[in-house]
């Protein structure tokens, strides 16, 4: 077994790497960019090495940098985790020419399987069955367009060497075509380093069903069951399960058996996940095989009981399959939740930013967090905005949900927006709970359905009332335990007011209105009176405020925990699986607000400009393209709202842009006359 390991990494799966490592006597070196620099994963490891600035391409895709850090460490191996070199053919040679181990299948394999085009011949000639589709050299758009026509719209673009969801385009007409071939070239380019693109037949209503494959260097080769990941938005995944809902058994080992079949075709060794196309009529296709660990291998894990980073050790190292397929069984169900930084309310744009605030259920052996990050740091515009991993188990399908929808109501963020009330509200919609599930469900999804509501409720004014009396009582004893006069009646926060009831205003701000509480001492403890449009509402309270902001109060009788977590003026309040949000309204510490209206034509996150395609003074139509940004890997097209003129662009094809800058002037075709 090797002694010394470096994961080529950063984040949760680094972090991930590492637990194994450690829990197996393993020494492990980490490798960072000037972002990651006080990264849990630098320190989790026994070692660092730093890489360069924080683009990937100057730091973590530097395969020379990583060598040579590896050799300066004394590792034996290299673990490349998921993304950045993980299934670049170049590195895994590379690894082995350097005489270390590279922790992953045969660079052949990965050549493979790597080109789609490719893959999807070898699968043909093994047995396995395809999606139709193109996947030839000539690749103008004359012969997609030819080739489109001849398997019938919709189709789906895709980078050849892709992975991710990234380079991927859904083409409903041929009018569109041109267009979304150079946008998922442009990222077939950035995100790999090819531009070459395959066409396929676009299956509207299929579910996503992959296989976790296994294989020594002995001729051994295991499936680990299937995963349904069909729940995606972007062509990413979010939700993630084992088993398949509604998988038979004779179906799964029809699925398994041409998942082996595909490892085996290409002399497959270690981790992989062969995925599929699911037909309602219970056809599958290949898709493409990773040749990596997965992002959703924990399910697997918590179905079998296998630590699947364990086991790529042992093969890595020259040894068998610890368990054979005969040994293997499912027991329960698991699934897992991606937890991102992005905003579903604005199509599930990146949402990069610092983290104030992060808190998770306690683990347990139905709750598993998977977590790279913690409060403090910053999710950065570099690299994929995933804070964690939310996985559970229990008994059965329907217990794994229920157990999931608490499990996220218990998750706390504060900083930037996050998906966790929209993956809340999937793992709450009935047809998911049902199984009715397939790729474009979300899609389907009126967006206003899933929105998020932060409207303070009477519940929130009430804990975040508590928690301000708990905070100027607080300030108010250490004020006057520094200057020696704790008695004095100026240093009481006991209210007492000549010629009035005794009380304190609490003022808060939701929006442009303005809530005041009046908190009034009673012997259990406070009349809160809230003071709203229609009239006053009156509420006996009382309770507890701990130091980390936990609040235990009992309104009018009814219990209710919450927490309440103060970022400068601003409050949120994580209450009853909710999470609300309001201002601090005392004119000493309120901000000054800005009531300008966002420009229209405003980058809508941080990012760089790849394509510019108007001038000043050119006239457009409502919906052209006029600007096109590229954040974490993945585009976003700058739309003209109405027709109109552009009057100024202010970026050119490289620039670097601040979220909420303006790209562009623009003038309404009207206003424009």
Wanted: overall charge negative.
């Amino acid at each position: 077994m090797f002694q010394k390991i470096l994961v080529a990494n950063r984040g949760e799966i680094a972090c991930r790497v590492m637990r194994t490592a450690e829990r197996m006597g393993i020494a492990t070196v980490a490798v960072y960019s000037d972002a990651d620099a006080d990264a849990p994963h630098v320190r989790q490891a026994g070692q660092s090495v730093h890489l360069g600035p924080p683009p990937a391409a100057e730091s973590y895709l530097l395969a020379d940098i990583i060598l040579a850090a590896a050799k300066a460490t004394g590792a034996d191996a290299i673990h490349p985790g998921y993304g950045f070199l993980s299934e670049n053919a170049d590195f895994a040679d590379a690894v082995r020419a350097a005489g270390l181990v590279f922790i992953g299948p045969p660079a052949d394999a990965i050549r493979s399987m790597g080109a789609k085009d490719n893959a999807k011949a070898i699968m043909e000639k093994a047995g396995v069955p395809v999606v139709p589709g193109y996947y030839g050299e000539d690749q103008s758009v004359e012969r997609l367009a030819a080739s489109a026509d001849e398997i019938g719209y919709p189709v789906l673009l895709k980078a050849a060497m892709g992975g991710g969801g990234k380079g991927m385009r859904v083409v409903e007409r041929v009018e569109d075509l041109s267009e979304a071939a150079d946008s998922a070239r442009r990222e077939g380019e950035s995100s790999f380093g090819d531009g070459r693109l395959l066409i396929e037949k676009y299956l509207t209503k299929p579910r996503h069903v992959e296989v976790q494959v296994f294989a020594d260097g002995h001729g051994n080769c295991v499936h680990l069951f299937e995963r349904d990941c069909s729940l995606q938005r972007r062509h990413q995944k979010v939700i993630e399960e084992a088993p398949a809902p509604g998988m038979t058994e004779a179906l799964r080992t029809r699925m398994g058996a041409a998942a082996v079949d595909a490892a085996k075709a290409v002399g497959y060794e270690n981790a992989g996940t062969v995925e599929f196309l699911l037909d309602s009529d219970g056809s599958f296709y290949f898709m493409e095989m990773n040749t990596r660990l997965q992002v959703e291998h924990p399910v697997t894990e918590m179905i079998t009981g296998q630590d699947l980073v364990e086991w790529q050790f042992r093969v890595a190292a020259g040894g068998t399959l610890p368990v054979l397929q005969d040994e293997l069984t499912i027991t329960g169900h698991a699934m897992e939740a991606r937890l991102y930084a992005e905003d579903p309310d604005a199509g599930f744009l990146p949402a990069p930013g610092a983290i104030h605030h992060l808190a998770f259920p306690t683990p347990s052996m139905n709750v598993r967090i998977d977590t790279g990050v913690e409060a403090g740091q910053a999710v950065s515009s570099f690299y994929d905005p995933m804070i964690a991993k939310v996985i559970v188990w229990d008994t059965d399908r329907a217990a794994a949900c229920r157990r999931m929808s608490s499990t996220l109501s218990n998750v706390e963020v504060v900083g930037p927006t996050v998906n966790r009330g929209f993956l809340k509200f999937l793992v709450d919609n009935e047809a998911f709970r049902a199984g009715d599930i397939d790729t474009s469900m979300i899609d389907r999804l009126d967006p206003q359905s899933f929105a998020t509501d932060t409207t303070p409720n009477r519940d929130a004014f009430v804990c975040a009332g508590l928690w301000l009396l708990e905070r100027r009582a607080s300030e108010a004893r250490d004020q006057a335990a520094s200057r020696g006069d704790a008695t004095t009646p100026w240093s009481m926060s006991d209210c007492w007011r000549m010629n009035d009831v005794a009380h304190q205003d609490l003022q808060f701000r939701w929006g442009e209105d303005e809530i005041v509480v009046s908190a009034i001492p009673t012997l259990s403890g406070h009349l809160f009176r809230l003071h709203e449009k229609d009239g006053d509402v009156d509420c006996n309270v009382h309770g507890t405020v701990d130091a980390d902001g936990s609040v235990k109060a009992v309104i009018d009788g009814r219990g209710v925990s919450a927490r309440v977590i103060a970022v400068e003026t601003e409050l949120t309040v994580f209450l009853d699986h909710c999470t609300c949000r309001m201002r601090l309204a005392d004119p000493a510490l309120l901000a000054a607000a800005d009531d300008g209206e966002a420009p229209v034509l405003a980058s809508p996150m941080p990012g760089k400009v790849v394509v510019v395609n108007v001038t000043a003074g050119q006239e457009v139509s409502a919906g052209t393209t006029l600007m096109v940004l590229e954040a974490m890997k993945m585009e976003h097209a700058i739309k003209a709202p109405v027709d109109g003129v552009v009057t100024a662009v202010h970026y050119g094809v490289g620039d670097q842009v601040d979220e909420g800058v303006d790209l562009l002037a623009f003038e309404e075709a009207e206003q424009a006359q």
